[in-house]
């Protein structure tokens, strides 16, 4: 499938890169799909690469998805919003085209 080899391509250059660790993680993640996840000698060497890193059990857990769902979306989109602010509507949203 194009979308794994284009992958499998990005991951073999992010592996020469130090600081690459989340996006190898994130890029690497199985999903159980044999068309969409890495070739399994790409994901070693992902999985080699990681345990070398600052924070390996944390990027080795979430590249296995032992690592909680909601830390891993906290980690990507920050903290949530203070308790009691609340989103008000655009009143000229209409009106905008919004």
């Known amino acids: 499938m194009l979308f794994r080899s284009t992958v499998a ?10 600081t690459a660790g989340d996006a190898l993680t994130a890029m690497a993640r199985r999903t159980e799909d044999p068309t969409r996840d890495l070739p399994a000698a790409t994901y070693e060497s992902v999985r080699q690469k990681l345990q070398l890193l600052p924070h390996a059990e944390r990027l080795l857990g979430a590249l296995t998805g032992e690592e909680d769902d909601d830390r891993t979306l906290g980690r990507i989109f920050g903290e949530e919003l203070p308790s009691g602010l609340v989103l008000a509507a655009n009143p000229d949203a209409d009106r905008l085209g919004a």
């Open 9 to 18: 391509r990005w991951v073999e250059t992010l592996l020469r890169i130090p």
